[in-house]
T-cell receptor, first 115, second 109 residues
Framework: NAGVMQNPRHLVRRRGQEARLRCSPM?????VYWYRQLPEEGLKFMVY????????ESGMPKERFSAEFPKEGPSILRIQQVVRGDSAAYFC?????????????FGQGTRLTVV | KNEVEQSPQNLTAQEGEFITINCSYS?????LHWLQQHPGGGIVSLFM???GKKKHGRLIATINIQEKHSSLHITASHPRDSAVYIC???????????FGAGTILRVKS
């Protein structure tokens, strides 16, 4: 049973381009969380999705960022027209259910560099 | 003030020393997680606690719900324990994790 898989591990984009980050949750997990770790800062929640639904997007920047978790395939975090300030490590976590007893299973992260 | 505070921010220890990292939080929680992150690496979950104490190998985690405080202990520390240790809490009203700033641990041989 593979863990949470994120790709690419490293992504370089020029300012103004689009970045697409993929997250395949663990088998049997239908809940996905995206977190961002800016340089020299702690992890911050971005968005929580279940299959085909966005449950909580309170941590998502209002513009340029979007996320989806389709019925089939990985969850995608999409950043349009990237700027240097988007350079960060983006982590995905998945769980089989919601609630207090839910373990946190994290991916290896995607390190985005905007040049 | 952050909802989750960790101390110390940086910690250097000699191999073999007993290490304690502290975490205090200000919100009601349903669970607390201790995570480990190596430089440039992914995040590994060490413990999930809602009460009491858990032990795994040389690692021990405790939580005091009344005092809103948790500690992570490492016994007989080793250079391979060098990493960032992160405390995270799950609010009793939501599903997302709120993270502390992390403690950078360096164990010297």
């Amino acid at each position: 049973n593979a863990g949470v898989m994120q790709n690419p591990r490293h992504l370089v984009r020029r300012r103004g381009q689009e970045a697409r980050l993929r997250c395949s949750p663990m088998k049997g997990h239908s809940h996905v969380y995206w977190y961002r770790q800016l340089p020299e800062e702690g992890l911050k929640f971005m968005v929580y999705l279940q299959k085909e639904n966005i449950i909580d997007e309170s941590g998502m920047p209002k513009e340029r960022f979007s996320a989806e978790f389709p019925k089939e395939g990985p969850s995608i975090l999409r950043i349009q027209q990237v700027v240097r300030g988007d350079s960060a490590a983006y982590f995905c976590a998945s769980s089989p259910m919601t609630g207090a007893t839910t373990e946190a299973f994290f991916g290896q992260g995607t390190r985005l560099t905007v040049v | 003030k952050n909802e989750v505070e960790q101390s110390p921010q940086n910690l250097t220890a000699q191999e073999g020393e007993f290490i304690t990292i502290n975490c205090s939080y200000s919100v009601g929680i349903s669970a607390l997680h201790w995570l480990q992150q190596h430089p440039g690496g992914g995040i590994v979950s060490l413990f999930m606690l809602s009460s009491g104490k858990k032990k795994h190998g040389r690692l021990i985690a405790t939580i005091n719900i009344q005092e809103k405080h948790s500690s992570l202990h490492i016994t007989a520390s080793h250079p391979r324990d060098s990493a960032v240790y992160i405390c995270a809490v799950r609010s009793e009203y939501g599903n997302k994790l709120v993270f502390g700033a992390g403690t950078i641990l360096r164990v010297k041989s």
